[in-house]
């Protein structure tokens, strides 16, 4: 079983739609990050949220941490095909040496 | 980001060979970590490493493989006596300290044949 687990695996929209993944846990987690990673390249980070309840915004894109930071949400709104790539959260518990990452939710944003 | 170097980028190994992934981390980073990713998949943790010292491998095969990072020079990820099941891309992130943010290098991408 994963530590961070990802939902859903697979989305496929129409552009303009707007769409959330998830990222849930049962452990508290000092900080969670989102990565953004296309075909043939590595991670890129899009955002770290550190505190519980926390909303950060990035363009289109909406992050939130759960209040009891077991569990974060992304978000966008109006999707575009630039935004098709595979979406990672990742997270180091509290007194743990281990970034883990979740399997990732693969995006696919049709014209 | 650039400013992780791995290399090689592709890298091709006979069963039975050993592979060798460099990692040369950004600036002023003195952790990282290796992960591997078989397509269609996400990250596996497999080793976190400070300076000269080996923090984390619980993610990390016991027999075959083996990682580094010195205190001069790039971390290195060795996998001796490859097999087919070892093809893989293995991605390496470097921090500042263990909280702050990871950058990820573009990969290297191993094949077995």
């Known amino acids: 079983t994963q530590l961070l687990e990802q939902s859903p695996q697979f989305l496929s929209i129409q552009e303009g739609e707007n769409l959330t993944v998830y990222c849930n846990s049962s452990s508290v987690f000092s900080s969670l990050q989102w990565y953004r990673q296309e075909p043939g390249e590595g991670p890129v980070l899009l955002v770290t949220v550190v505190t519980g309840g926390e909303v950060k915004k990035l363009k289109r894109l909406t992050f939130q941490f759960g209040d009891a930071r077991k569990d974060s949400s992304l978000h966008i709104t109006a999707a575009q095909p630039g935004d098709t790539g595979l979406y990672l959260c990742?997270?180091?518990?509290?007194?743990?040496?281990?970034?883990?990452f979740g399997a990732g939710t693969r995006l696919t944003v049709k014209p | 980001n650039a400013g992780v170097m791995q290399n090689p980028r592709h890298l091709v190994r006979r069963r039975g060979q050993e592979a060798r992934l460099r990692c040369s981390p950004m600036k002023g980073h003195s952790h990282v970590y290796w992960y591997r990713q078989l397509p269609e998949e996400g990250l596996k943790f497999m080793v976190y490493?400070?300076?000269?010292?080996?923090?984390?491998e619980s993610g990390m095969p016991k027999e075959r493989f083996s990682a580094e990072f010195p205190k001069e020079g790039p971390s290195i990820l060795r996998i001796q006596q490859v097999v087919r099941g070892d093809s893989a891309a293995y991605f390496c992130?470097?921090?500042?300290?263990?909280?702050?943010?990871?950058?990820f290098g573009q990969g290297t991408r191993l094949t077995v044949v």
């Open positions: 992130a470097s921090l500042y300290t263990r909280d702050t943010e990871a950058f």
């Open positions: 490493l400070q300076k000269e010292n080996i923090i984390d």
């Open positions: 990742a997270g180091a518990r509290r007194g743990n040496n281990d970034m883990r």
